[in-house]
């Protein structure tokens, strides 16, 4: 019950967040004075889906805004008016394991779940791959997270995202001594963004 309660209040400030990205979305774009058809280029999205998204016709979601910010060259929470990590009036509980903090953003058990993570170095964590069930997606904020996915060794610069079946042996974290910030989203087999990670280059 109780969390079936905590679900009801976070739905009307989830509401309240997706309503403000499509007046934020409108002036981001004339403040840089591009054209719909400009940025439609840009990032691949239609000029009509574009456009329901700036009136609030669309429902965002973060296969659209990922190609927006990086055409625009912001960081993602910049689109939705996310408060920084610490801010009072975040509800959600952070969850703390060793060197890495994660923020849950879904609140719905089972499905696709979404997490804001920062990491930092850790001296005493080797990176030994594991594998599970399911399907991730990795998009970076800040810093630099590297990613050994089977034989692969890459590490991805903030803008960038991987995505990955974990049954895959896989790890990742901190590509250096400094942390990482980025976004992860889980689910189970089927549900997966189609974006790649650039490899490393030599």
């Known amino acids: 019950m109780d969390g079936m309660k905590e679900q009801n209040e976070g739905a009307p ?25 400009g940025l439609s280029e840009a990032t691949g999205i239609s000029v009509s889906t574009l456009s329901r998204l700036e009136s609030g016709g669309r429902r965002p979601s973060l296969e ?9 060259e ?23 394991h060793g060197a890495k903090t994660s923020l849950p953003l879904t609140a719905r058990p089972g499905g696709l779940q979404a997490y804001k993570v920062i990491q930092k170095a850790s001296c005493t964590e080797a990176p030994e791959q594991r594998t599970h069930e399911g399907y991730e997606w990795l998009y970076v904020l800040n810093g630099r997270l590297r990613l050994k996915l089977a034989e692969h060794d890459l590490v991805l610069a903030p803008g960038e995202a991987a995505e990955f079946d974990t049954r895959l042996p896989h790890w990742f974290g901190p590509a250096d001594d400094e942390p990482v910030e980025f976004l992860s989203l889980f689910g189970p087999q089927g549900e997966r963004m189609h974006v790649r990670a650039r490899p490393k280059r030599s």
Do not use: N, S
């Open 13 to 37: 400030a989830l509401d309240a967040v997706l309503t403000g990205v499509g007046p934020r979305l409108r002036r981001l774009r004339k403040d840089r004075g591009v054209t719909l058809a």
């Open 64 to 72: 659209l805004l990922l190609p927006i910010a990086r055409a625009h």
């Open 74 to 96: 912001v960081p993602l929470d910049d689109l939705v008016g996310a408060p920084p990590v610490g801010d009072p009036r975040v509800k959600a509980k952070p969850i703390v």
